[in-house]
């Protein structure tokens, strides 16, 4: 029988989506999967860009920061860009790429190895869009192939990465965590059945690795949309208004 807590939640929820009605199916499946809170803060923000709607043509103009697709982190532009990135700007950009599933593994191996760069943004990059244990049984099963690695190799590449640093606790904090923290307790459980099945495995996570994420939201002064990072909107309304 559903508790109580459950029954209201369930009630704001509908309450919440209800007042969405004018929006289009697929937002309102997009919503769907959020909590009572989440679809609140999405109306606001949705009225809020309304509101502001004809200001973001001159935003979109002269609020360009770089291009990530066009610019390669390793380029001086690209240096400069990451110089200017703290663990906000480094976990929001990270979920961006993860959210659009249009990972570019150059950005998303230059965000792993910042010095900046927070254990919930590695573990963000590390379960991407799908459980690594599948990739873990690919490699099993295609170990003695030329191509090892397969379709897998930047994934594999990027795993490595976040592995490597929290094998040294090389994370600078433990601020933030991927927007489904229930996929690290997930993954934890498949990692010790796998161990007490007897399989090798490439990425044994550190138990000090679990611990200790707090979960916060990042607040980026960036935003990103498309491939195109501009200042944050409201930062640059701010600095207008002045």
Not at 8 to 35: D, E, G, H, P, V
Not at 61 to 72: D, G, L, P, Q, Y
Not at 110 to 122: I, M, R
Request: with cysteine.
């Amino acid at each position: 029988m559903p508790t109580i807590s459950k029954l209201i939640f369930k009630f704001k929820r509908k309450r919440a989506l209800r007042k969405l009605n004018k929006m289009n199916t697929f937002k309102q499946l997009q919503f769907l999967q959020s909590t009572p809170e989440e679809i609140v803060k999405a109306e606001r923000n949705a009225e809020r860009w309304k509101a502001t709607k004809h200001l973001r043509p001159d935003w979109e103009a002269t609020a360009h920061v770089i291009n990530m697709h066009e610019t390669s982190p390793g380029s001086a532009n690209g240096q400069a860009f990451l110089n200017t990135l703290d663990a906000h700007d480094i976990h929001y950009l990270a979920e961006r790429i993860y959210y659009d599933a249009m990972y570019d593994e150059a950005w998303a191996l230059a965000f792993v190895a910042h010095p900046e760069c927070d254990l919930g943004t590695g573990w963000l990059l590390f379960l991407g869009s799908g459980s690594p244990m599948g990739i873990e049984k690919y490699l099993r099963e295609n170990a003695d192939e030329d191509r090892p690695f397969g379709f897998y190799k930047e994934d594999v590449e990027r795993n490595d990465a976040v592995l490597a640093r929290m094998n040294t606790r090389d994370f600078k904090t433990r601020n933030f965590a991927p927007s489904d923290p229930e996929r690290i307790r997930e993954y934890r459980t498949e990692l010790k059945a796998a161990l007490r099945a007897g399989h090798s495995l490439r990425w044994q996570i550190p138990d000090d690795a679990f611990v200790g994420l707090k979960g916060f939201d990042a607040k980026s002064k960036y935003e990103k949309s498309g491939d195109n990072v501009l200042f944050d909107f409201e930062l640059w309304l701010a600095n207008r208004q002045r």
